[in-house]
């Protein structure tokens, strides 16, 4: 499989929709489910930095503050909602789901253009496990994100991006992997067009992996 300069392409599993809401589109129509909990259980939280917190600490300033209805998600009852990890949480119902970029691509969003971008709206769609076979156009996996994407503008908001994270899937077998580039053009295009967005920015995570550096001791 000496093919290509010896290496093959991992990609990591996870598709995620984002649409942000702009200052400028007007959003009326998205139901907003606050609720109230009773504290039942206790935990007290001692130690020093470590437990106090000093993850994305710079300079003096925490970078993810929290944005109470500044970052939603669509559930998958269709309903907005404070957005909160594990974003996948009834999406990808049959794996355990953890923290995932998507919230930490929202606050960047939100810090970087804040009077753009206003209220930002996150669809999750990523399965689990899933091959990029099962994302083709009129597949399961497609047909959910394009009627989550449509319930998603419903109230006047803009799909802005959609982000790919998926492909180890199709790492695992020769003709999947060389056919992955040609399906995931195919995908992309078609994304494109079905939520008729033609020039809808695709972010993709790539990681390359070189079989030869890890053999070659
Ligand atoms: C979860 O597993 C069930 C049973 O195999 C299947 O029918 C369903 O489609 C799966 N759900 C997802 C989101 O993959
Ligand atoms: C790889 O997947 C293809 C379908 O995409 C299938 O026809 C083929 O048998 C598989 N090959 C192996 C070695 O599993």
């Given at each position: 499989m000496a093919n290509k300069g010896l290496k093959l392409t991992i990609l990591f599993l996870f598709i995620i929709t984002y649409e942000y809401w702009s200052s400028?589109?007007?959003?009326?129509d998205f139901t907003y489910t606050g609720s109230t909990h009773l504290v039942n259980d206790v935990f007290i939280l001692a130690g020093q930095s470590n437990m106090a917190g000093r993850g994305g600490v710079i300079d003096k300033n925490w970078d993810g503050i929290p944005r109470p209805g500044k970052i939603l998600r669509l559930g998958g009852d269709l309903r907005w909602e404070d957005a909160h990890e594990p974003l996948h949480i009834d999406i990808d119902v049959n794996k355990t789901c953890g923290v995932g970029p998507g919230m930490a691509f929202a606050n960047a969003v939100l810090r970087g253009d804040p009077r753009r971008f206003r209220v930002v709206g996150l669809v999750p769609c990523a399965i689990g496990g899933s091959g990029i076979r099962e994302w083709s156009r009129g597949g399961r996996l497609f047909d959910g994100l394009t009627r989550r994407a449509a319930a998603a503008v419903?109230?006047?908001?803009?799909?802005?991006a959609v982000l790919w994270f998926q492909g180890e899937r199709d790492t695992l077998n020769i003709s999947d992997a060389e056919l992955y580039k040609e399906r995931l053009r195919k995908l992309f295009i078609d994304l494109r067009t079905d939520l008729k967005v033609p020039l809808l920015p695709v972010i993709q995570v790539c990681m390359f992996y070189n079989l030869y550096s890890l053999n070659s001791d």
């Open positions: 400028h589109v007007q959003v009326v419903q109230g006047g908001g803009e799909i802005r």
